[in-house]
């Protein structure tokens, strides 16, 4: 996540039209790569599962099958993203100066997406087998690569060219690229936990579909996600280029603030996987309630910085004093839903890891699109709360959804589900 944070801090130097083109952009790219999120969340939860009852055959096996799905996904972005960039961001409804930005960014980072899927399938194959160390080492080369890198294809440094946003995004899929092959490199020459291999390998059609079975929830809770992030955007373009970029400047934001979160509850969900294989059910619900523990105090934490630094923290992206200002009132409103994900963090992603991916589908339709929409399209027209009203609408959503994942972690049929 912190490639287009990176990106952002750079690009934001380019002015509003240019962060908002790069905002614009990089929700439609996260919609199409959670459809990729979804088969590699299949993929992890079956090598888990396999790790769990020490079937080391069987998972390199399911790793194989990912690989092959992985190719065929990448194929079909690049398409995307060659003929349908421009007409995607002209639905936005943005200005015709952030759809020339936003085009550029999104067209690189699509054709790119080869590099980035194998990257994706590889890290998860190997964090699903219990090795999150390589991966970690893998990305820290790729994001110092990257911030080296990045304001030289921007701005045309030394003998680089002068490329703008698409220098932005240019980078991204160079470094990824070297960190994918890397990846390839540790997997197939078995200096992690799954050492994979070609011999034997043929399309397995039955491991792909239980894979992609697993995976379509998952793929379409977080393009529903993804396309609620971009209908939220579109709401608020009518209140102009500085509402825009200041919306998207809150979203890196809360990459960084959600990654440590994350980054345990994918362990979480790993571990989880791993015990329900070694059929220890009651070790996998403690597991989640651990984490959400320790997520929920990164996120307190978190808040309260908010709440006490917003000004500085957005200064870091923009020091545009109209953008300083909306961004930070942004941040302060949407504090109120961060003091509460901690449990939905870590109770999704557990839930997600064992394979059980259908009902966070459900509940993000619910919170997203039962919520958080219909009341980002009515709080500002009922209220004088004007672009506010959006984000307190995220915040209602935000809270039925840590409600429901809650109540179903609880239930427990999670810990019942076969893959």
């Known amino acids: 996540m912190a490639g287009p944070t990176i990106d952002m801090i750079w690009v934001g130097k380019l002015g509003a039209a240019s962060i908002a083109g790069v905002g614009v952009a990089g929700i439609v790219v996260m919609l199409v790569m959670s459809a990729k999120m979804g088969l590699v969340t299949g993929a992890r939860a079956m090598v888990a599962r396999f790790i769990g009852a020490d079937d080391a055959e069987s998972a390199n096996h399911v790793a194989r099958q990912g690989f092959a799905v992985s190719a065929v996904f990448a194929i079909v972005v690049a398409a995307v993203g060659l003929f349908l960039a421009e007409p995607i961001l002209i639905l936005m409804g943005v200005a015709a100066d952030v759809v020339a930005q936003g085009a550029a960014y999104m067209r690189v980072m699509f054709v790119g997406a080869v590099a980035m899927s194998f990257r994706m399938m590889t890290e998860g194959i190997m964090q699903a087998s219990g090795d999150t160390v390589t991966p970690m080492k893998i990305t820290i080369f790729v994001r110092i690569l990257h911030v080296a890198l990045c304001p030289f294809l921007i701005f045309g440094w030394w003998i680089f060219p002068r490329l703008g946003v698409s220098g932005a995004a240019l980078t991204n899929v160079v470094s990824q690229s070297l960190g994918g092959f890397l990846a390839l490199w540790y997997l197939f020459s078995g200096r992690t936990k799954l050492r994979l291999t070609l011999k034997n390998f043929r399309v397995d059609l039955d491991i792909i579909w239980r894979m992609v079975k697993i995976g379509i929830p998952a793929s379409v809770m977080g393009m529903e996600r993804s396309f609620g992030n971009l209908v939220l955007m579109r709401f608020i373009t009518p209140f102009g280029t500085l509402a825009v970029a200041a919306h998207t400047i809150v979203q890196r934001v809360e ?5 440590p979160g994350v980054g345990l509850a994918q362990a979480s969900g790993v571990l989880a996987g791993q015990n329900l294989g070694a059929r220890q059910p009651e070790r996998a619900e403690r597991t ?10 990164i996120m307190v934490a978190g808040s309260v910085s908010i709440l006490l630094w917003a000004e500085s923290i957005v200064s870091i992206f923009s020091t545009e004093p109209g953008v300083v200002e909306i961004t930070s009132t942004f941040l302060r409103i949407a504090t109120a839903a961060y003091i509460l994900q901690g449990f939905s963090i870590a109770f999704m992603m557990t839930i997600s890891g064992v ?8 509940m993000t339709l619910l919170y997203m699109w039962g919520v958080q929409v219909p009341l980002a399209f ?5 209220t ?3 672009v506010y009203g959006v984000r307190w ?3 209602a959503g935000v809270v039925v959804g840590v409600l429901s994942y809650i109540i179903y972690f609880r239930l427990g049929r999670w810990k019942r589900k076969e893959v």
Do not use: K, N, S
């Not at 990459?255 to 990654?259: A, K």
């Not at 394979?355 to 459900?362: E, R």
């Open 255 to 259: 990459m960084l603030l959600y990654m």
């Open 288 to 297: 989640g309630w651990v984490t959400a523990g320790l997520v929920e105090g």
């Open 355 to 362: 394979g059980d991916t259908l009902p966070p589908m459900l």
């Open 378 to 382: 009515f709080l500002p027209q009922i």
């Open 384 to 386: 004088d709360l004007g």
């Open 393 to 395: 609408a995220i915040v």
